[in-house]
């Protein structure tokens, strides 16, 4: 099916990709590419095109080709719609068109359509590969899978592709995964926990087209190319704000059941912005081309970033969304959707270099005009008495403008009363010949303009790196990860908040202006067009606490933000009554991601906490290193301990790593756990315990039949998980019985039907380990959201 095109290049001399990419260029040999979900939308409008550039670039290097649409459909009904997709690639405006015809005749002769739905189809496949590879007697180089398909199918796809489709020793695998990539923190985690079953990390290619954007990519040279003027500014004394803002004049018709699960903060803020927002204030890498280093120090700007919550953000939806939701998904006329299609988020960075900086990221549907940009606006401490319109008074700043809006083309800007600055021969070229457009206050005379010299699709640019081996631009599991933990909390927060609806477009008027005070952001008016039937429907959606009776035990119910609010004012009321009484505090915390929204809440509103005489211990850790995201106190310190002043010998980590290796029996870590509880806490009896509850009954790492009755008096635990890390160090019935105050927190619509049946079932700790939480002389409290009580 495949030919070799080497004669064919010799003749046609084909130009492509930059001197970067040729440095970069892959041993010679075949490359199987893959395309699934090949007649897609995204497919059809991006990624054959990329190839297609890819290809024509690549084949002078030596390689060869063969590509494969593959889809659900079989190939009778499929192949002619692949083929008219195929044929719609174009060339380069330096290519002739006879040149061009040539080269789409071959690539045309390189592509053939696969149905790809069973093991079996994924298992042909791979024996079509190999034979035409025996064939034409051509080393492989590798096989490229790009999942153009909807997440929900990555792991299954991902599982046949390791156990049909793997390349002999010596060629690579690489398989490209589009966003979204996961719902939340815990969804992400699972899918990045399947993933890792079948695909190692070097072989996963997570996309952010944002990434491809040539702007973007520029961001952190244009900081390292500059590094001389940009050093002595570049922080707080010099920084007002940083504003990053993508702005759209389309509404959502046509993607209403996608679009409605997500909203604009996680279709485009978790990860376009927040990409952005780590390549403008990360510290620069000693080597830019280390993927490591790279990281690392987006990961630094994670752990620094402060806990965002309701008070950070504001939400908005554009006054026909309502209507699009009720035809496209077959509601009812009072059913009322609080998906938001704007939003604005305050963020701050809590070091030295950018303490009190705000960071505004704003997104939108149906607003007034389509551009993207990220801008940093300096302070400017000039004063022009007479001459208003120097340039020494004008806005400082710098702009790296996406694309789109006035200017038309993708920039970067900086003022003139700041520097000129660097150009670098090649691949960007300085603009002098202006139209008359203002670009943020200023005219575009007023800046120095600097624009790729050819522009090139984001896909494109993220194609030819993938062939490259390159993961700069890719988004890794650890990144991920990071991202969703500052943002799953938010989402959580505002999971019952109904957004302010807007009109759209110019009719908005100053409707979503806002105003930044200290670490909140609000809007600037108090204008809301909430007509009474957008509120129809809806009257479960109050903030009224419930307190009843659950499994005999007290309860605390609420929807999840005032009841997130109502736990953190429990735990400092034991906190303030715990110092009086005794002068210290001892509180055991679990991990997971349900208690991430309180540490969030006790971090940004609970400024009286005693946290100087509060101890903090573990009610359990996974045997992974500390410094790993999986580490339930590197959770606890990234979303709490850091951001309050908690002495450091006060806080307690759960010894799971002790000579140089993890959890092992012979080092005796729950025993120096256990010994160091009973010398420091008072009758080993903590004043608050907080723990949540898993689907199977799990609490604390104490699971089902793993004889947890067994254990006797020790208070610490080694334990296993059916899941991975399957390692654990737990506290034990002991140990959590002996607390003054028990808190079980469970949150969530899927946490319903476990509710359910604990309400029914009787005490079998061994079955159902949760069941086995019973204070011997203090006090348990469920709290327990709307959502897992009610469904």
């Given amino acids: 099916m495949f030919v070799a095109v080497l004669l064919l290049l010799v003749t046609l001399s084909v130009q492509g990709g ?35 550039e890819q290809y024509v670039n690549q084949v002078s290097g030596g390689n060869t080709f063969s590509f494969y649409g593959g889809g659900l459909s079989p190939a009778s009904t499929a192949t002619p719609v692949f083929f008219d997709i195929v044929k719609a690639v174009s060339c380069s405006k330096e290519t002739s068109p006879d040149r061009c015809a040539v080269l789409k005749e071959q690539f045309l002769r390189l592509a053939e ?78 899918l990045a926990s399947q993933l ?75 990860n376009h912005l927040t990409e952005v927002m780590t390549l403008l204030t990360m510290r620069l890498p000693v080597n830019m081309s280390s993927t490591e280093e790279v990281l690392q120090n987006k990961l630094q700007i994670f752990s620094n970033l402060l ?27 009072d059913h009322v959707s609080l998906t938001p299609t704007f939003a604005a988020v305050l963020a701050h960075i809590d070091e030295a270099q950018y303490e009190g900086v705000p960071i505004i990221l704003i997104s939108g549907k149906m607003l007034d005009e389509r551009v993207g940009y990220a801008r940093i606006l300096f302070k400017n401490n000039v004063f022009c008495l007479q001459n208003h319109n120097s340039v020494h008074c004008k806005p400082k700043q710098i702009v790296f403008h996406f694309g789109h809006g006035q200017l038309k083309y993708p920039a970067i800007l900086v003022s003139k009363n700041l520097f000129k600055p660097v150009l670098k021969e090649g691949q960007w070229k300085e603009v002098t010949e202006h139209t008359d457009v203002d670009v943020l206050g200023l005219p575009i005379s007023d800046y120095y303009v600097q624009t790729p010299s050819e522009n090139r699709e984001a896909y494109s640019e993220l194609i030819s790196q993938i062939f490259a081996g390159r993961k700069n631009s890719f988004i ?18 505002l999971a019952g908040s109904f957004p302010r609806i807007y009109p759209g477009g110019a009719d908005n008027g100053d409707m979503l202006d806002l105003r930044v005070k200290g670490k909140d952001i609000s809007y600037s008016s108090e204008v809301v067009i909430i007509g009474v039937d957008q509120m129809s429907g809806t009257s479960a959606k109050d903030s009224q606490v419930m307190q009843g009776k659950f499994r005999s035990a007290a309860m605390v119910s609420a929807w999840s933000e005032e009841l997130v609010e109502r736990l953190a004012a429990d735990i400092q009321a034991s906190a303030e009554a715990a110092v009086r009484e005794g002068g210290v505090f001892h509180l055991a915390l679990s991990g997971g991601s349900s208690p991430l929204a309180l540490f969030h809440r006790l971090a940004l509103h609970h400024f009286s906490f005693p946290w100087r005489d509060t101890h903090v211990w573990m009610v359990d850790e996974r045997c992974v290193p500390p410094t790993e995201l999986e580490s339930n106190f590197h959770s606890l310190h990234d979303h709490l301990l850091q951001h309050v002043r908690i002495p450091y010998f006060n806080i307690h980590p759960m ?24 010398k420091l806490v008072n009758g080993s009896s903590f004043h608050f315990v907080l723990l949540g509850v898993g689907y199977d009954g799990h609490t604390a790492s104490l699971f089902p039949d793993s004889k947890v009755s067994e254990l006797g008096d020790r208070l610490v635990a080694l334990t296993e998980s059916p899941v991975k890390p399957h390692q654990r160090m ?16 469970v949150m969530g619509k899927g946490k319903h039907e476990l509710i359910t049946q604990l309400s029914r079932m009787k005490d079998n700790p061994d079955k ?16 327990i959201d709307y959502d897992a009580l009610l469904g």
């Fill in 18 to 52: 930059n001197g970067e990419e040729k440095a970069e260029a892959q041993r010679p040999g075949h490359v199987s590419v893959v395309i699934v979900g090949a007649t897609g939308d995204l497919a059809k409008r991006y990624l054959w095109q990329g190839f297609f």
């Fill in 113 to 190: 359509y696969r149905q790809l739905k069973a093991l079996e189809d994924y298992q042909e496949l791979a024996k079509n590969i190999e034979k035409e590879l025996q064939q034409e007697g051509i080393p492989e180089a590798g096989r490229l899978f790009y999942l153009s398909v909807p997440a929900f199918a990555y792991a299954d796809i991902a599982d046949k592709i390791n156990n049909s489709c793997r390349p002999a020793s010596g060629a690579w695998l690489r398989v490209v995964l589009e966003k979204p990539f996961g719902h939340d923190f815990r969804s992400a985690q699972l």
């Fill in 196 to 270: 890792g079953s079948s695909l190692k990390d070097e072989e996963m290619f997570r996309i952010d087209h944002y990434l491809g954007k040539q702007v973007v990519a520029k961001i952190l040279p244009f900081r390292v190319e500059n590094k001389k003027y940009l050093d002595p500014i570049w922080n707080k004394h010099h920084i007002e704000r940083v504003e990053i803002v993508l702005k759209e004049t389309l509404d959502v018709k046509g993607r209403i059941p996608f679009y409605d699960q997500y909203g604009v903060i996680r279709d485009v803020m978790q």
């Fill in 307 to 333: 806990p965002i919550g309701k008070n950070q953000a504001v939400t908005g939806q554009y006054q026909a969304y309502k209507t699009s939701v009720q035809q496209e998904m077959n509601k009812t006329k």
């Fill in 476 to 493: 890794s599991a650890e990144n991920l990860l990071a991202s969703w933990g500052l943002w799953t909390p938010l989402l959580t927060s």
């Fill in 655 to 678: 010894p799971v790593q002790l000579n140089q290796r993890l959890c092992v029996e012979e080092d005796a870590g729950a025993l120096l756990y256990e010994k160091e509880v009973r």
């Fill in 730 to 745: 737990s506290l034990t019935f002991s140990a959590i019985n002996q607390a003054r105050t028990v808190a079980l927190l």
């Fill in 768 to 783: 159902w380990p949760v069941t086995g939480v019973k204070p011997d002389d203090g006090k348990l409290v469920w709290y």
